[in-house]
């Protein structure tokens, strides 16, 4: 695998590694990251000859992944590369599929759960860089409104490790339960100290959440499954992660190549082509706050 950036691409690169912290801290990195993400597309820009007629395969969630994926597509093709997108609707075969080298990278996932899944999975999968965030919201189903939560309400959220800690934080964050103190990201439904609505935490499948609304009261949905559903985090969502909350720092979505593929330089190349201006004034024009680039 092989890549070309231009140098006149170099300029508008950069890149933000989100994590905990607060938010004039995520500014500070963006900073370094930008001029880190300009010297990776100059070095590109200077050995980009080798990478013509190369074929990059990447898999990714259909929204907003592979659609940010088809603005760096557009912008390799110009230097004669190929990035070939494959559409996972999941979240593991994605991981699979990079684990046994199907494919180059993949795109779709934030690092605690790339974390959790190389623990619980035994695979060898590395971040090489952050490129956005997806707040995470609460919306509507059977009931409309926050403000008159009725009693034994149903909220479903999703199932995987990090992401319900996440979603519970969510709840906590608006007053619905509160949560033991020191269970930050790593919460459970056992962390729940206080359930005043009497609650019922229903644990489902991220990428069901969107199907169950009709059936629950609420639920908590990551921002690319409400997308492809057709909601927009904006007008539909009652609450959302807060852009300074510890979450909002911590999952940001990164691009993963299998162990010891970070430096091939088709991989900086996509790199390079995700951290471009073009990727994020699409991101901005595009998502309604349901994305936020971090570049």
Known sequence: MKKLISATLAGALALSLAACGSSASVSTSSAASSAAASGEAASTAETGSDLA??????????????????????????????????????????????????????????????????????????????????????????????????????????????????????????????????????????????????VQVEELEAAQLPRTLADVDYAVMNGNYALEAGFSVGTDALATEDAESEAAQTYANVLVVKEGNENDPAIQALLAALKSQEVKDFINETYDGAVVALF
């Open 53 to 198: 007629g190369t074929t990059i395969k990447v898999a990714a969630s259909p929204t907003p992944h592979a659609e940010i994926l088809n603005v760096a597509k557009d912008l390799l093709a110009e230097q004669g590369i190929t990035l070939d997108i494959i559409e996972f609707s999941d979240y593991v075969q994605p991981n699979m599929v990079t684990e046994s080298g199907e494919v180059d990278a993949n795109y779709f996932q934030h690092q605690p759960y790339l974390d959790s899944f190389n623990e619980e999975n035994g695979t060898h999968l590395v971040s090489v860089g952050d490129i956005h965030y997806e707040p995470l919201g609460i919306y509507p189903g059977k009931s409309q409104s926050l403000d008159e939560i009725p009693d034994g309400a149903v909220i479903a959220v999703p199932n995987d490790t990090t992401n319900e800690a996440r979603a519970l934080q969510l709840l906590a964050a608006q007053g619905i339960i509160t949560i033991r103190e020191d269970a930050g990201l790593t919460a459970t439904v056992n962390d729940i100290t206080e359930n005043p609505h009497n």
